[in-house]
Antibody, heavy 118, light 107 residues
Framework: QVRLQESGPGLVKPSETLSLTCTVS????????WTWIRQPPGKGLEWIAN???????NYNPSLKSRVTIAVVTSKNQFSLKLSSVTAADTAVYYC????????????WGQGILVTVSS | DIQMTQSPSSLSASVGDRVTITCRASQSISSYLNWYQQKPGKAPKLLIYTASSLQSGVPSRFSGSGSGTDFTLTISSLQPEDFAIYYC?????????FGPGTKVDIK
C-alpha cells in the first residue's frame, strides 16, 4: 500500500518561499506520477503540478512562474517550492500519486496546512 | 483550461435514498473523468476513475457513467458514511481541473 506524508513549515511569511516535501513509502516511485494539490480553507481543490520519476514535469499555468516540483528517487521523496507567497496561497497542501493510465489521484497524504502570514 | 461544473451544489437526502450528482466539462474529455469523496478534515478519496470504473475497495453502491462532456455519479442507497462532499476531476488535459463540489448532507 502506497503511503504519502507531507512535511514542512506550517507558517510562511508573505513574499517568501513555501517549501514542502512528500515522503513516499510502500511502492516504487516509477509506478506513478507524483502530484501536488491544494485546498484553501473552506474551498475547492486546485491541481498545482506533477512529476514523473524520470523528471518530466507538468505545471498549472496559473502558478507556473512561481512553482518548482522536483523528485529525489533515492530518498523516495518529491518536493514543492512556491515562491513569492501571499495570503491567497494559504491552503492545505496535499501530495498524491497519479495513476499514469487513467490520471486519477489514487493515494493521498493527510495534507499539511500552510498559512501565509507575517 | 477545461472548466468543470457540478450540479447540484448541495443536496439533502435520507439514508437509503438514491442520489445522483452531475458533472459537466466545458469541452469533450472522452471518459477521462474521476470522482472523489471528501469528508471534513480528510484528504479526498478516489471513488471512480475513467467515468465508470470502481476504485478497488469502494462499495458497489457507487457508480459512474457518461462520456464526452456529461457525467453522473450515482449512490444507489445512501449510507450514513456517505455524507460528504463529492468532486469530479478531468484527467484529459493539463492543467487537471476539479469541479466545485457537491455537498451531500442529512435531510
Amino acid at each position: 500500500q502506497v503511503r504519502l506524508q507531507e512535511s514542512g513549515p506550517g507558517l510562511v511569511k508573505p513574499s517568501e518561499t513555501l517549501s514542502l516535501t512528500c515522503t513516499v513509502s510502500g511502492n516504487s516511485m516509477s509506478s506513478y506520477y507524483w502530484t501536488w494539490i491544494r485546498q484553501p480553507p473552506g474551498k475547492g481543490l486546485e491541481w498545482i503540478a506533477n512529476i514523473y520519476y524520470s523528471g518530466n514535469t507538468n505545471y498549472n499555468p496559473s502558478l507556473k512562474s512561481r512553482v518548482t516540483i522536483a523528485v529525489v528517487t533515492s530518498k523516495n521523496q518529491f518536493s514543492l517550492k512556491l515562491s513569492s507567497v501571499t495570503a491567497a496561497d494559504t491552503a492545505v497542501y496535499y501530495c498524491a500519486s497519479t495513476d499514469p493510465n487513467h490520471g486519477g489521484f489514487q493515494h493521498w497524504g493527510q495534507g499539511i496546512l500552510v498559512t501565509v502570514s507575517s | 483550461d477545461i472548466q468543470m461544473t457540478q450540479s447540484p451544489s448541495s443536496l439533502s437526502a435520507s439514508v437509503g435514498d438514491r442520489v445522483t450528482i452531475t458533472c459537466r466539462a466545458s469541452q469533450s474529455i472522452s471518459s477521462y473523468l474521476n470522482w472523489y469523496q471528501q469528508k471534513p478534515g480528510k484528504a479526498p478519496k478516489l471513488l471512480i476513475y475513467t467515468a465508470s470504473s470502481l476504485q478497488s475497495g469502494v462499495p458497489s453502491r457507487f457508480s459512474g457513467s457518461g462520456s464526452g462532456t456529461d457525467f453522473t455519479l450515482t449512490i444507489s442507497s445512501l449510507q450514513p458514511e456517505d455524507f460528504a462532499i463529492y468532486y469530479c476531476q478531468q484527467s484529459y488535459s493539463i492543467p487537471r481541473t476539479f469541479g466545485p463540489g457537491t455537498k451531500v448532507d442529512i435531510k
